[in-house]
T-cell receptor, first 113, second 117 residues
Framework: AQSVTQLGSHVSVSEGALVLLRCNYS??????LFWYVQYPNQGLQLLLK??????LVKGINGFEAEFKKSETSFHLTKPSAHMSDAAEYFC???????????FGSGTRLQVQP | GAGVSQSPSNKVTEKGKDVELRCDPI?????LYWYRQSLGQGLEFLIY????????KSGLPSDRFSAERTGGSVSTLTIQRTQQEDSAVYLC???????????????FGPGTRLTVL
């Protein structure tokens, strides 16, 4: 069975501050891990994915995430928040035995001016 | 190129009516997924199609839900005798299937917002 836990349903940062969104996974097989972003009234857009290559993954819009097997974590970071980063962020996991994505509950990011 | 498209974008129906939701995947994507996004349950997997294989229906919440994929392309999700708890955003995604059978990145459509009165 696979699952992801996102700590913090709401995160608020100031513009220019570090963004850190937390995701921990549970998987009985080597996982594929994803971060998706959802802007209001839109579908999900892929930010980045980990598929067992480099453990530090760089994505779009300046985001990156590091796969840490020892901590079963895949936290999303961005050095400097921008107002346009305000959205909901979802961590997801899949594996070779299950094609469908299992999503976390999401974290809503607010960026204060 | 064109992304995943879904229709209608919004659907309001009365309790007990049947509804059909449509998904047009990205051309060439042989894998297609349906998910549901609701306030109480978050994002949930419903059903997965890959090529001519039998679909993975393990996420369908009840036998009122069914889906088909005609010609390996367009898919229709049907909800019979709708209930108020079916109100949600229904998202479709598609992906390539890579050598070895693993699926590539899933690309999502904008969703259909279903409201059951």
């Amino acid at each position: 069975a696979q699952s992801v836990t996102q700590l913090g349903s709401h995160v608020s940062v100031s513009e220019g501050a570090l963004v850190l969104l937390r995701c921990n996974y549970s998987s009985s097989v080597p996982p594929y891990l994803f971060w998706y972003v959802q802007y209001p009234n839109q579908g999900l857009q892929l930010l980045l994915k980990y598929t067992s290559a480099a453990t530090l993954v760089k994505g779009i819009n300046g985001f990156e995430a590091e796969f840490k097997k020892s901590e079963t974590s895949f936290h999303l970071t961005k050095p400097s928040a921008h107002m346009s980063d305000a959205a909901e962020y979802f961590c997801a996991v899949s594996g070779t035995g299950r094609r469908a994505l299992t999503f976390g509950s999401g974290t809503r990011l607010q960026v204060q001016p | 190129g064109a992304g995943v498209s879904q229709s209608p974008s919004n659907k309001v129906t009365e309790k007990g009516k049947d509804v059909e939701l449509r998904c047009d995947p990205i051309s060439g994507h042989t894998a297609l997924y349906w998910y549901r996004q609701s306030l109480g349950q978050g994002l949930e997997f419903l059903i997965y199609f890959q090529g001519n294989s039998a679909p993975d229906k393990s996420g369908l919440p009840s036998d009122r839900f069914s889906a088909e994929r005609t010609g390996g392309s367009v898919s229709t999700l049907t909800i019979q005798r709708t209930q108020q708890e079916d109100s949600a955003v229904y998202l479709c995604a598609s992906s390539l299937v890579l050598a070895g059978g693993t699926t590539d990145t899933q690309y999502f459509g904008p969703g259909t917002r279903l409201t059951v009165l």
